[in-house]
């Protein structure tokens, strides 16, 4: 067998291997056998590997010293499909990208600067630039702390994370059909990509009440095969091409709220309910709840102001919330409309570091 070092990593509600790029092959076909291998991919259960049979928890951070001057690093993230040999760059994941502070921490990276230490992130699957701000006491990563997400048992330190540029990061425009609404089969959505590309639409216009758990909607094959027809041609109204094999956009199915927040969310990313929400996938969301005239405007009972504001909305999720605080401008039409900065919280966690064992054969002799 061959030894890749790598760490095992929990990046907000999700989990992964992180990688140090150069650790790992820079031809993408010999890197993907390398991945594909260490997460235990193709098989549902992902038994031969280190992949937890989840989507959520399938997943690679790449990270380098950047290439660009207004960043620290670089952070490619790539999906690993569970149960088909195929590894996606065609998303970012804001949830993995809470680890990726730290790890370029402790891989001397990034030096830390005092109790906090910035690190700029250029993501590079989108081109977009987050800055994660580390608890560094005493010149070292700090893990442990007082601060809970929802769909994380206990607590851990913060991590704020900034993001500054990812409007229309993935499709070329925040709104990318050109509408607040579009009506695909009969059904009123709004496609929006504020650094995710996420399809809204009303549960109900699926036949979902929106209090299902994410395993009974799983198991709704008659509101998967809508939602998935939906995804196919929003997929195109969205300038991301056939997206029967990619992993966006993602489905959200909206409700009314039910502890307070702005609206309450059932994702589709895209065929398995996620068991909250993604950090990019709930900024679009709240995007789009600030906009009139979206599907998800209609759930906000305070009326968004015209005047450039810090507006805080609460995504509610099948596990919690998430809280998004976003500056924005223009929101009297799409077209002066404008998200200048959007910021929120994670936390991570180190779970292990040491080398994941991959046979020879993905590995070219060293
Ligand atoms: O939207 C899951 C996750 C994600 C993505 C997914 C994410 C994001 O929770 O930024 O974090 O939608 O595939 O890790």
Redesign the pocket.
């Known amino acids: 067998m061959k030894a890749v070092p790598a760490y095992v990593m929990r ?4 989990k992964g291997l992180y990688f140090n790029a150069a650790d790992l092959p820079a031809d993408t076909a010999a890197r993907d056998a390398v991945l594909l291998a260490a997460m235990g991919s193709p098989d549902e259960r992902q038994i031969d590997g280190m992949g937890g049979a989840h ?2 928890t399938s ?1 690679v951070a790449i990270v380098s010293p950047s290439t660009r001057s207004d960043a620290d690093v670089d952070y490619l993230f790539l ?1 690993v499909v569970v149960d088909k040999a195929a590894v996606s760059d065609a ?7 809470a680890g990726v502070g730290p790890y370029a921490i402790e891989q001397g990276m990034v030096h830390p600067q005092g109790d906090v230490t910035d690190v700029r992130i250029h993501m590079v699957n989108t081109g977009a630039l987050a800055v994660a701000r580390v608890q560094t006491p005493a010149g070292q990563v700090a893990y442990e702390g007082d601060a809970g997400i929802d769909g994380v048992p206990g607590t851990a330190a913060p991590v704020m994370i900034d993001f500054l540029d990812v409007a229309g990061s993935s499709c070329g425009a925040l709104f990318p059909s050109g509408n607040t609404i579009d009506t695909i089969d009969g059904i009123t959505v709004t496609c929006v990509d504020n ?2 590309p996420v399809v809204m639409l009303h549960a109900a216009s699926v036949g979902a009440t929106g209090n299902e758990t994410p395993a009974e909607l799983e198991a709704r094959t008659d509101i998967k095969a809508k939602v998935e027809a939906i995804r196919l041609q929003a997929g195109e109204l969205m300038n991301l091409g056939d997206v029967t094999h990619k ?1 966006v956009p ?1 489905m959200s199915l909206l409700s009314p709220a039910r502890h307070g927040g702005a609206v309450n969310t059932h ?1 589709f ?1 895209p065929h398995r309910v ?1 068991e ?7 900024v679009s969301v709240a995007t789009a709840c600030v906009l009139p005239g979206t599907v998800a405007s209609e759930y906000v009972s305070k009326p968004a102001s015209n005047a450039p504001s810090s507006q805080t909305l609460t995504i509610e999720h099948p596990t919690g919330a998430f809280t998004v605080e976003m500056d924005i401008s223009g929101t009297q039409s799409l077209d002066t409309f404008s998200v200048n900065r959007a910021a929120l919280l994670r936390t991570a966690r180190l779970l292990m570091r040491g080398e994941v064992l991959v046979p020879n054969h993905c590995l070219p002799a060293s």
């Not at 990046?11 to 999700?14: E, I, K, L």
């Not at 998303?91 to 990208?97: A, E, F, P, T, V």
Request: proline residues 3%.
């Open positions: 990046g907000g509600t999700s989507p959520l997943k999906q998303q970012n994941c804001g949830n993995i990208l650094g995710m992993t993602k994702t990313i996620h909250a929400i993604g950090v990019l996938g709930s």
